[in-house]
Every structure is written in structure tokens, then in C-alpha cells.
């Protein structure tokens, strides 16, 4: 039945490193959004693999179903949950992550070893098994409706366990009647909290983002101009600089018009 | 309108065995029915409905396998031999003693689920945060977390595929329907809930870790054999000799993803925290069923599928065994929580059932199936009783509590010390008959070894399950210690059944065992 062919060598080649590294990089990044795009990298090296070995259905379902739609939902997952709800990155155990990283080296080793030694010299049986129902997703379709039929309905069952116990852990009922909004500001005055809006972020010459603070009438930072998350991922400027650069800029035009 | 094209090749229908297949395909069906009872009945009618619902078709699935059993019986004097479902499912005698067994074992779970006397044993809302003010309210409102009626049927589903599945692909997604419930329901407790999550969380981790161990053992035997069917694979291996390493690596892998469900030595360590932290009635449903599932898969998977590389398994479980009889009994005799005890000594048990299964004969899988049976009654109701002991802040498990406990309520702490003894394996209980059982078998296979370890096990086995015997009738009772509430008649016949088995069981064991013996067939 024929060989790898060299388009594929090459693509494999180049591809197989990145797609290790990037694997690496979703244990190592340190940031969870950082984990996820490395996350999507691998995925997406998955589905250029299964598209060059003559698997079109799974390489579509790889970009689609993970890439599209899993990776999505992480993504989403960690803006709900909020960047600065951060990880504590202690080991408990000492020496945990070593001995880790040495059981997976080992176990790595193994895997090698082991099917490093199986014969790869021939394809077995892939143009059989993707022209016997005239396509590879016509021959996935004859898999999945005769001889798989019966996992592929329960699945079903673990579909509607996912759906309930997401709904079991997540969803709130309302207890007693729902707040309107008269009641809410109702609300707010009795509890004596802020009732206005809070303030704007700083409005400056050279900056005027969301990150920057506005200042306070005493010339000190207003820390509620600024959205909490930025200040916890440390993405928060500080207005002191914007004010000396125009305070100097002004003492030179000052000196400028004087002389 | 789409035409079909002249030249395109028509898949031919699949062949559903419905009639071999319904105690599953009830049981699936009732935890559908249970989701809708949640969706579309008011909160108050909602528990009535679900236990109703659920009794019933648990019964009736019951009622099935039973008649299964009996026609073929009549037929040929044996059990049903078919595979169902395309090849996908075999339905044979070990796939129906352990589907009634399983089936039975969820009836007493159902049971436990319902109590409601003593406050309930789940959260109101399982998703309002602990020690929150909507978690007050919700709980003074009376509310009860119904979903885990159907959580529960789609676990005992995946329970009853997961012995009778033929295909390594149909046990995985079985070993998935299985799993994704009990994960959930270990986090519902309604009392110290952030041990119960972090329960919870710690099973699904190490749980979806070993899942993937399973995948990827498939994976490689697939590449070995070319299927994943075990007929295939049982083809394969006794036909060619070539590149083992494959069959070997993913042998082995296959045994991790099914020993750490079983709670097999190194693969234990998820037991004492999960069984602890989860909610009692689902520890007890757990420690019984999970168990007779997954021992269902393994020797599904290494007899039929496996049997051909015997010499190559066969010194790994005797490793495991011999390690997990010790670990659990000896780990077992340092633990103050009764529950976390039990959690060992359900260690220690899978290791006394490893011993039948590396008997690798009929008898050794007809006094592990035995075995199953016996020990799966006796711990749904020791964790029952448990349950039923309790102080102010709900269930009192360290042992100091239990002191004189008998002397306060004899007929609990009675039947408490009899299911000690049932695990301990002395005679007249049902322990000592599975016990002789798997020993039995295990000698005519020539595993004196694996005996000797495992009398001397049991020896330290009885010696901490008298110790708590000893401190519930013979230490004076602590001031102020918990009680023995009155449960409600759900709970009270839980207990009663496992009690009543386990006497049963060891003194009239034949019609069982015989039961069992027709039963230890395998097909492929």
C-alpha cells in the first residue's frame, strides 16, 4: 500500500515541534488565557495532521468542535470566573513537580520504546477502509450506525448528565420575588453604599484609557475610576507621569513665550 | 426533495436485540422520564415522583434480567449466550448476575437517597455557595436537590453496559456514563460541603487521568489487533507473536484506567478522601455497585479479550493483589474516621476479589461474582448505619464517638458489629462464604501464595474491625456522644436488606452460589 509521502514527511517535521512545544507551553504558561491559546495551537496542529493522514471528517471536527466551540467556551469560562481570581502556584507536596516531571519523562520514555519498536514500514488498510462505503465520512457513518450504534446512543446519556449537572451546580433559583428596579435603587439608599455613578477614568492629554485613574481634587488617584480587574492584573497606569510631562511642557512653553 | 442517488451504497440496518438490551435501555429511559419529572412537576410532588419512578424502573429491568436468565435456562439449561447490538454488547451469565446484582444494589441506593427524617443527606442547592445566605434560605425552605434521582438511574445505566460491553469503545463511553454522575453527586453533600467539593473535584480529576490511561490503552490495542472488539483482540493475541510491546503497554494501561476504579493498590489513593467526603448514601452506592461494574469489566476484558496473554497479566495481579490485600488492611488499622476505615478495608476487599479473578478459571469468576454480590449488600448497609449515627452537626464518624455506642443502641450497633464481621470473613456470615469462595478457587489455580497473604490480611483485617466492636459494647459510653436517630422506613429497609443478605448469604449460600456457578460464562 505505499509510503508516507514527502509533502507529508515535511509537514509532519515541521509541525510535530511546534505542536510538542506548544503542548509544553499549555503546563508551563503561567496565565490560564496564555494555556488556552497554546491549548488552541495544539488543536489546530492536531487537525492539519488528520487532514494530511487522510482523515478530512476529523481534521473539519477538530477545528470545528474543539478548536471552534471547546477552546471558545474555556476562553469565556475564564472571563466569567475573572483574570484576577488568581491560582495559588505553591506546591503543597514538595518535590511534586519534579517527581512529576520525571514520571512523564519516564512514561514518555516507555511509549517510545514500546511503539518505536511497531513496524510503520506499510499503511494497513486506510484506502480500504476509506473507499468501503465511497468516502471516509460515508465510511464513519456506516461505523457510527452499525457497529458503534450502541455507543454512539449512549453518549446520549452523558450528554444529558452534562447538561443536568451543569444546571445542578450552576444554576441559582430565585428564592422569593425577583427585585425591580425601583426596588434595587430603593435599595441602594438604605444601604448607604455609593449611589452615583462611579467616576470616569482619567480624561489627559496623552492618555485617556480605561487603565488610567482620574485624579481627585487633592491631586491623588481616584481608585474607584478604575475597573478592580486591571488594578489585580497590575495593567493599571498611574496619572503622575501624564501630569509631570504637561507640567514640564507647560514650564517650557512658559519659558518660551516669556524670553 | 433529496433523491438518493442510483450509484450510492445503502448502509444496511443495524440489528438491535431490544428485548436483550431493555434492562438498559429501561433504565436510561426512567432517568429521561426523571429529568422531564424535573423540568415540568412542582418542586412539592417532584420527590414522590422521582422515587416512584425510579423504584419502578429499577424493579422492572430487575424483573427482566430475571426472566432473561430463566428462559434460557429453560431453552438449554444455560445461561443466554447472544451478542447484542451488532456484536457491540454481549449478553451472557456474568453480564446478568451482574446487571441483577447491580440492579438490586441501586434499589437500596434509591432507598438511602430518599431519607428525609434526619434533614436529608444533600444540599438544598447544590448551587448556592456554602455558608452563604441563599443556602439558609433554600434550606429552610425544605428544598431537595431531585436531580439526583436521574444522576443516579444514568449512573446505574452506564453500571450495566459497562460488565456486558464486547467492545472496548462501547466500556469507555460506559466507563464515562458510569463516572460523570457519581462525580457530580459526590459534591452534593448538605453538610460540610466544601469537603464534599473538594471530594468531588479530586475524583473527577484523578478519574478523568485515568480515563485518559484507558484511551490511550485502547489506542495501542487497537494498533495492536486492529479492533477494538475483543473478540479481535482475543484473535489477535492467540494468533500472531509479533511486536508485543504494543499488546503489552496497552495491557497495562487498560489496567490502570479499570484497577483505579476498582480501588486497586496504586491506584487507591482517591478512596479515603472521596468515600469521606461524599454524601453517605452515594459512599455506600459506590463502594457497592462501582465496584461490581468495574470487576465486571476486567474480567470481561482480560478473560475474553485478554485471555490469550495470560502469562503475560497473570504476574501483574498477583503484584496488585498481594499489595492491595496488605496496603488496605494494614492502612486500614491507623484510621480514626469509621469512614475513611471502611474506605480501606473496601481497599482490602478489592484486593480479596483480585484473588478469584487471577484464578482465571469458571470458579474464580463464579466466587468473584459471589463475592461482589456478598460484600456489594453488606457495605451499602454498613455505610447505611452510619449514616443513622449522628451528634448535633449531623453524622458522628470518628471512632472516639462511637464508644459504648452498644450500650445505647444494641440492635444498631448489633447490626453494625455483624457487617464488621461479615468483612472480617467469619463464619455465618456472608463475608466468610465469599472469603472461602475466592480462596477456594484460588487454590485449585495454585495460588497458595496469594492465600497465605490473604489469610494473613484478613487476620489483621478482624483485628480492627473487632477493635470497634470492642469499643461500641465494652467502653463506657462518652457524655454527651452522638445518637442512633430514628430513620425513615426508606433508610430502615435499606439496612435491614443488606443485613438480612449478609445472613443469608452466610448460612444458606448454596442456591446463590449455584446461581453464580450456572452464571460464570463468558462469550465473546
Request: hydrophobic share 55%; proline share 4%.
Amino acid at each position: 500500500m505505499g509510503n508516507t509521502s514527502n509533502g507529508e514527511a515535511v509537514l509532519f517535521w515541521i509541525l510535530a515541534p511546534i505542536t510538542v512545544l506548544a503542548a509544553l507551553a499549555v503546563v508551563g504558561s503561567k496565565k490560564a488565557v496564555h494555556s488556552a491559546l497554546w491549548m488552541a495551537m495544539v488543536m489546530v496542529n492536531l487537525a492539519m495532521f488528520f487532514a494530511v493522514q487522510s482523515a478530512p471528517f476529523l481534521a473539519v471536527a477538530q477545528v470545528v468542535v474543539y478548536t471552534g466551540a471547546v477552546m471558545i467556551l474555556f476562553l469565556f469560562v475564564l472571563m466569567l470566573i475573572g483574570v484576577d481570581s488568581s491560582d495559588s502556584l505553591v506546591e503543597t507536596i514538595r518535590g511534586q513537580r519534579i517527581a512529576a516531571m520525571l514520571a512523564g519523562i519516564g512514561f514518555g520514555v516507555l511509549m517510545i520504546a514500546g511503539i518505536g519498536n511497531a513496524s510503520v514500514d506499510d499503511f494497513n488498510g486506510l484506502t480500504a477502509a476509506n473507499s468501503a462505503q465511497g468516502g471516509n465520512v460515508e465510511g464513519l457513518a456506516a461505523l457510527i450506525f452499525t457497529r458503534y450504534v450502541f455507543a454512539f446512543e449512549a453518549i446520549g446519556a452523558l450528554l444529558i448528565t452534562a447538561a443536568l449537572g451543569a444546571m445542578v451546580l450552576a444554576h441559582r433559583e430565585e428564592i422569593g420575588e425577583k427585585l425591580n428596579q425601583k426596588a434595587l435603587s430603593i435599595q441602594r439608599f438604605k444601604d448607604g453604599g455609593i449611589v452615583t455613578p462611579l467616576p470616569a477614568p482619567g480624561v489627559y492629554a496623552r492618555h485617556n484609557a480605561v487603565d488610567m485613574p482620574a485624579l481627585l481634587p487633592d491631586g491623588t488617584a481616584s481608585e474607584l475610576s478604575v475597573s478592580p480587574v486591571l488594578r489585580a492584573r497590575g495593567d493599571v497606569l498611574e496619572p503622575d507621569d501624564s501630569v509631570a510631562a504637561e507640567a514640564s511642557q507647560r514650564a517650557q512653553l512658559g519659558k518660551g513665550s516669556s524670553s | 426533495m433529496i433523491r438518493l442517488a442510483a450509484s450510492e451504497t445503502l448502509i444496511p440496518a443495524p440489528n438491535i436485540e431490544y428485548y436483550e438490551l431493555s434492562p438498559i435501555l429501561i433504565v436510561f429511559g426512567v432517568g429521561v422520564l426523571a429529568v422531564l419529572v424535573e423540568a415540568f412537576l412542582p418542586r412539592a410532588h417532584r420527590l414522590h415522583a422521582q422515587l416512584a419512578l425510579c423504584l419502578t424502573g429499577l424493579v422492572a429491568a430487575f424483573v427482566v434480567v430475571c426472566t432473561l436468565t430463566d428462559e434460557a435456562q429453560e431453552n438449554a439449561r444455560a445461561v443466554p449466550q447472544k451478542v447484542a447490538a451488532e456484536g457491540a454488547v454481549a449478553i451472557d451469565g456474568m453480564t446478568l448476575f451482574l446487571q441483577g446484582t447491580i440492579l438490586l444494589l441501586g434499589v437500596v441506593a434509591v432507598l438511602l437517597l430518599a431519607e428525609r427524617r434526619l434533614g436529608g443527606e444533600f444540599a438544598a442547592s447544590a448551587a448556592t455557595v456554602p455558608g452563604s445566605a441563599a443556602e439558609k434560605e433554600t434550606t429552610r425552605l425544605g428544598w431537595v436537590q431531585t436531580e439526583i434521582y436521574p444522576l443516579l438511574m444514568f449512573s446505574i445505566g452506564g453500571m450495566l453496559i459497562f460488565p456486558a460491553a464486547n467492545d472496548l469503545l462501547l466500556m469507555f463511553v460506559a466507563l464515562e456514563v458510569l463516572s460523570l454522575p457519581l462525580y457530580l453527586l459526590c459534591g452534593l453533600a448538605r453538610r460540610r460541603r466544601l469537603l464534599s467539593q473538594e471530594a468531588a473535584l479530586k475524583y473527577f480529576l484523578l478519574g478523568a487521568f485515568s480515563s485518559a490511561f484507558f484511551l490511550y490503552g485502547i489506542a495501542l490495542l487497537y494498533g495492536y489487533a486492529g479492533s477494538v472488539r475483543l473478540s479481535d483482540i482475543n484473535a489477535a493475541v492467540s494468533g500472531s507473536e509479533d511486536n508485543d510491546a504494543l499488546l503489552l503497554i496497552g495491557m497495562a494501561l487498560l489496567a490502570v484506567g479499570l484497577l483505579f476504579k476498582v480501588g486497586a493498590v496504586p491506584f487507591h489513593a482517591w478512596t479515603p478522601d472521596v468515600y469521606q467526603g461524599a454524601p453517605t448514601p452515594v459512599t455506600a452506592f459506590m463502594a457497592a455497585a462501582t465496584k461490581v461494574a468495574a470487576f465486571g469489566a476486567l474480567l470481561r476484558v482480560f478473560y475474553v479479550g485478554l485471555g490469550g496473554a495470560k502469562w503475560d497479566w497473570h504476574p501483574m495481579f498477583w503484584g496488585v493483589a498481594m499489595v492491595t490485600m496488605l496496603f488496605g488492611s494494614l492502612v486500614a488499622l491507623v484510621q480514626t474516621d469509621v469512614k475513611r476505615m471502611l474506605a480501606y478495608s473496601s481497599i482490602a476487599h478489592a484486593g480479596f476479589i483480585l484473588v478469584g479473578l487471577v484464578a482465571t478459571n469458571a470458579e474464580g469468576l463464579s466466587a468473584t461474582m459471589f463475592y461482589l454480590l456478598a460484600y456489594g449488600f453488606s457495605t451499602i448497609a454498613a455505610f447505611a448505619i452510619i449514616s443513622l449515627v449522628r451528634d448535633g452537626s449531623g453524622e458522628a464518624t470518628h471512632l472516639s464517638q462511637w464508644a459504648g455506642l452498644g450500650r445505647r443502641s444494641p440492635v444498631v450497633a448489633g447490626m453494625f458489629a455483624l457487617l464488621l464481621l461479615a468483612f472480617a470473613g467469619i463464619p455465618l456470615t456472608s463475608g466468610f462464604t465469599a472469603k472461602f469462595a475466592v480462596f477456594s478457587a484460588s487454590a485449585s489455580a495454585g495460588g497458595t501464595p496469594l492465600i497465605v497473604v490473604g489469610v494473613l490480611s484478613s487476620t489483621v483485617a478482624a483485628f480492627f474491625y473487632i477493635r470497634v466492636i470492642v469499643l461500641m459494647f465494652f467502653s463506657a459510653p462518652v457524655t454527651d456522644g452522638p445518637r442512633v436517630a430514628v430513620p425513615s422506613l426508606t433508610t430502615a429497609l435499606a439496612v435491614w436488606i443488606g443485613v438480612a443478605v449478609t445472613v443469608f448469604l452466610g448460612v444458606l449460600p448454596q442456591p446463590v452460589l449455584d446461581l453464580a456457578d450456572n452464571a460464570s460464562f463468558l462469550i465473546s
